[in-house]
């Protein structure tokens, strides 16, 4: 908020300074209006100076907040996910860099990650609806099956899912052939990427949002797409955790969307702090829960559990 404020009071600034130099160079109108200006711009620029000095302090507050939370993670994290494997899947507009802080958050609790996933802008393009539904179809493995008033998007997220994730610990980490067939012809078709060995199927997932909440105006049918997938997981691992920012639990954003979606509600966990050293600790806490069956909603949106699971999930070691 505050380098919003101090980028718009810069461009103010620049505009007055313009316009003094007009009135300036305009020698009926000096005097009374030139003094004006001079004093608003004054008065911008000791703004300016101000919001400069605030954000300097919130840096440092952010910086001293990473640096703890990095500092206590090992220690606090540490046997949180042992035995688990987790695969990441990205929407379109998903943050990158949240995901790379998150997965090594991830490492650090004791989890293998098997793979990401991140599904391509294509996937929700209307116009290969077609396409998408043809393709789940031509590849769907067999013992999966779609509820009759599944969705093309409702198909499509349950096949994912049952290639990526998995309840039973003994089947995680080895390729099931069929897993392998439905993600490179996903990726083949060009509605997925993927890097690692997601088809190695893990037992907990984490979806992470896009980091803009979407203002189209078929934000709602794509924010209903997307919750699928979170949807499918939950139904074919052992926990699911949404992950986004802020944006991502107003409206218009997956996070919300899901905390609205009775599919989701109570198996489905979000965070919206994700894009915050805090809020990716919290996020393995909520991935922590989720696979003891108490799913929640934490951060700072409407209708949060808390800020972060309660009692937080400690690891009892032996002595």
Do not use: C, W
């Not at 905390?259 to 922590?288: E, I, W, Y």
């Amino acid at each position: 908020m505050i380098d919003f404020r101090y980028h718009l009071v810069s461009i103010i600034a620049i505009f007055l300074a313009l316009a003094l130099g007009l009135v300036v160079g305009a020698s009926a109108l000096r005097g009374t209006v030139t003094s004006e200006l001079r004093a608003q711009l004054a008065q911008f620029g000791k703004d300016n100076q101000s919001l400069r000095i605030q954000k300097r302090a919130v840096d440092q507050v952010n910086g001293y907040n990473s640096e703890v939370v990095g500092g206590v993670a090992p220690q606090i994290l540490a046997g949180q996910l042992k035995g688990e494997s987790v695969v990441f899947v990205e929407a379109p507009g998903a943050d990158d860099q949240m995901r790379a802080n998150m997965a090594d958050m991830v490492g650090k609790a004791g989890a293998r990650i098997s793979g990401y996933v991140t599904l391509q802008d294509k996937y929700l393009d209307q116009s290969q609806l077609a396409t998408l539904s043809q393709l789940t179809d031509q590849l769907k493995p067999n013992g999966v099956g779609f509820p009759a008033d599944a969705t093309p998007y409702d198909r499509a997220a349950i096949e994912l899912a049952a290639v990526l994730v998995t309840k039973q610990t003994s089947r995680s980490g080895q390729e099931d052939p069929a897993a392998g067939q439905v993600l490179t012809g996903f990726k083949a078709a060009g509605f997925l990427n993927y890097s690692g060995q997601p088809a190695n199927r893990a037992t907990l997932a984490i979806v992470i949002a896009p980091a803009a909440a979407s203002k189209d105006k078929n934000a709602d049918a794509e924010n209903k797409a997307l919750a699928s997938l979170p949807i499918a997981l939950y139904g074919y691992g052992n926990g699911t955790v949404a992950a986004g920012n802020a944006d991502a639990a107003a409206d218009g954003g997956l996070i919300k969307a899901l905390r609205d979606n009775g599919k989701a509600q109570g198996h489905v966990s979000t965070v919206d702090t994700a894009d915050s050293p805090a809020g990716q600790l919290t996020t393995v806490f909520a991935l922590n829960y989720a696979k003891q069956g108490k799913p929640g909603d934490y951060g700072i949106g409407s209708g949060v559990d808390g800020p972060m699971p309660t009692p937080v999930p400690t690891v009892t070691r032996k002595k």
